[in-house]
């Protein structure tokens, strides 16, 4: 069963600071998602990783996938107060069509 | 319009109460998904519709959650007898596969269900 792991399900940090968020997953696969979501909102599309060593990157975001080592990571620099939302990443299965989900990261930067 | 549309936003039903919730996806989406998000959790996957044709139905926690698409387009995901745990966002997203054969999701804002 494919079993998705993000951490930490909670970060507070100031404004200005850098941080990454991880994302591990248990079986083999080539692709995953980064999803971003605002209290009351829909989830947003932020990346599409599609390979090992696939590395993307908007603003202050970058996001990189290592399935060798079933990690992928979400990298905030210099953060400001917008970012502030739930992240999620989502790891495709086999079928092609179904994403099993991480908890979440909720990220609160401070002014 | 643009996105994918969610009806109701918010539903208070009593343990017992039968519940319909539609999801209008993105014209030209082949393929709908439903999906259920506990309280601090990420989603968790329910059914997949390609067009008409309902291909996975392996997540519905139970034979009392039932989903349609009978035109390919709207879909409606039907809950009987709802129980307080049931409660729950119901999302629904429509997808487009790119040329790199990536699954991207668009999201509806979600149907917020309360069974009391």
């Known amino acids: 069963e494919l079993k998705v792991e993000q951490n930490p399900l909670f970060l507070s940090m100031q404004e200005g600071k850098n941080y990454t968020i991880y994302c591990n997953y248990s079986?083999?696969?080539?692709?995953l998602y980064w999803y971003r979501q605002d209290p009351g909102k829909s989830l947003e599309s932020l990346f599409v990783?599609?390979?090992n060593g696939a590395v993307k990157q908007e603003g202050r975001l970058m996001a990189s996938l290592d399935t060798k080592a079933r990690l992928s990571t979400l990298h905030i620099t210099a953060a400001v107060h917008d970012l502030s939302a739930t992240y999620f990443c989502?790891?495709?299965?086999?079928?092609?069509?179904?994403?099993?989900w991480g908890a979440g990261t909720k990220l609160i930067i401070k002014p | 319009g643009a996105g994918v549309s969610q009806s109701p936003r918010y539903k208070v039903a009593k343990r017992g109460q039968d519940v319909a919730l539609r999801c209008d996806p993105i014209?030209?989406?082949?393929?709908l998904f439903w999906y259920q998000q506990a309280l601090g959790q990420g989603p968790e996957f329910l059914t997949y519709?390609?067009?008409?044709?309902?291909?996975?139905k392996s997540g519905l926690p139970s034979d009392r959650f039932f989903a349609e698409r009978p035109e390919g387009s709207v879909s409606t995901l039907k809950i009987q007898r709802t129980q307080q745990e049931d409660s729950a966002v119901y999302l629904c997203?429509?997808?487009?596969?790119?040329?790199?054969?990536?699954?991207?999701?668009?999201f509806g804002a979600g149907s917020r269900l309360t069974v009391l």
């Open positions: 519709f390609q067009n008409e044709a309902q291909l996975d």
């Open positions: 079986t083999t696969s080539d692709r």
């Open positions: 997203a429509s997808s487009f596969w790119t040329i790199s054969g990536a699954n991207v999701l668009t």
């Open positions: 990783l599609l390979s």
């Open positions: 014209s030209g989406h082949v393929s």
């Open positions: 989502a790891v495709e299965m086999d079928s092609n069509y179904q994403l099993i």
